[in-house]
């Protein structure tokens, strides 16, 4: 995928969801981090039902800590790896208040310090909490990346490291959701859906399924989950 390409697809994806962001739920960098450690094997839905009981017990890296292992473990048991996540979140709660005063670190090498914490958790604590323009590579845009042609690698680390210099500057703090939201929704990976795909055109996949001529809405991506017009507003346009 040459430059021209990389930037029409970003600006197609942009187009379509200005302000994308994580589908976990989350409402301060602290409750950010803990959903990151918790969401490792485990689905976003998952997730986002475990963390409202475990954020009310524990809302701060002080209550967290207080809680303890068998305390959180008691309250994501529905996650997998559970008793592991427990551990590592219980012992971070404490590093938060030994080392950096019960705020979540802003440096990657503190964030990557923390137990349980990887390169990809501190970079989406990074970009998403913080706004860096970080790219967390995980399975998604490991195979968007791929696939598609715009930063083939052999590894997560080198795909990382072709994105941040294949993604145009104004796109790279947005470019992780973008590319997790395309994975997920349109560039499947047992069976990408090419008759949906808003930038079929612009990649380099050798097998994928094109559409029939003229049927195709090219620049509308449709990745991002669809979400209902709240009742008020219908009310308002008559519906």
Same mark, same amino acid.
């Given at each position: 995928?040459?430059?021209?390409?990389?930037?029409?697809?970003?600006? %197609?994806? +942009? +187009?379509?969801?200005? +302000?994308?962001?994580?589908?976990?739920?989350?409402?301060?960098?602290?409750?950010?981090?803990?959903?990151?450690?918790?969401?490792? =094997?485990?689905?976003?839905?998952?997730?986002?039902?475990?963390?409202?009981?475990?954020?009310?017990?524990?809302?701060?890296? @002080?209550?967290?800590?207080?809680?303890?292992?068998?305390?959180?473990? =008691?309250?994501?048991?529905?996650?997998?790896?559970?008793?592991?996540?427990?551990? $590592? !979140?219980?012992?971070?709660? =404490? !590093?938060?208040?030994?080392?950096?005063?019960?705020?979540?670190?802003?440096?990657?090498?503190?964030?990557?310090?923390?137990?349980?914490?990887?390169?990809?958790?501190?970079?989406?604590? !990074?970009?998403?909490?913080?706004?860096? #323009?970080?790219?967390?590579?995980?399975?998604?845009?490991?195979?968007?990346? $791929? %696939?598609?042609?715009? /930063?083939?690698?052999?590894?997560?680390?080198?795909?990382?490291?072709?994105?941040?210099?294949?993604? #145009?500057?104004?796109?790279?703090?947005? /470019?992780?959701?973008? !590319?997790?939201?395309?994975?997920? *929704?349109?560039?499947?990976?047992?069976?990408?859906?090419?008759?949906?795909? +808003?930038?079929?055109?612009?990649?380099? *996949?050798?097998?994928?399924?094109?559409?029939? #001529?003229?049927?195709?809405?090219?620049?509308?991506?449709?990745?991002? #989950? %669809?979400?209902?017009?709240?009742?008020? @507003?219908?009310?308002?346009?008559?519906?």
């Amino acid at each position: 995928m040459n430059p021209a390409r990389r930037r029409e697809m970003f600006e %197609r994806l +942009a +187009a379509a969801n200005p +302000a994308p962001t994580t589908e976990l739920a989350w409402s301060n960098p602290f409750e950010l981090l803990v959903a990151v450690i918790l969401s490792a =094997q485990a689905t976003d839905r998952g997730v986002n039902a475990a963390t409202p009981g475990l954020f009310a017990a524990a809302p701060t890296p @002080a209550a967290m800590a207080a809680l303890g292992e068998a305390g959180i473990a =008691q309250r994501i048991r529905t996650i997998g790896l559970w008793s592991a996540k427990a551990k $590592n !979140l219980a012992a971070t709660a =404490q !590093l938060l208040l030994e080392r950096h005063g019960g705020e979540v670190p802003r440096r990657r090498e503190d964030l990557e310090a923390l137990p349980g914490v990887g390169r990809k958790t501190a970079n989406v604590v !990074l970009n998403t909490a913080f706004g860096e #323009p970080t790219i967390a590579v995980d399975t998604h845009i490991f195979r968007v990346s $791929n %696939r598609t042609g715009l /930063a083939p690698g052999r590894n997560v680390r080198q795909v990382e490291e072709k994105l941040l210099k294949a993604v #145009p500057a104004e796109f790279r703090k947005d /470019a992780h959701h973008w !590319l997790i939201l395309h994975g997920r *929704y349109v560039c499947k990976a047992r069976k990408p859906d090419c008759a949906r795909c +808003a930038i079929v055109d612009l990649c380099d *996949y050798r097998h994928k399924l094109l559409p029939e #001529p003229g049927s195709l809405p090219l620049g509308r991506d449709k990745s991002a #989950p %669809r979400t209902k017009r709240p009742a008020r @507003a219908r009310a308002a346009r008559g519906k």
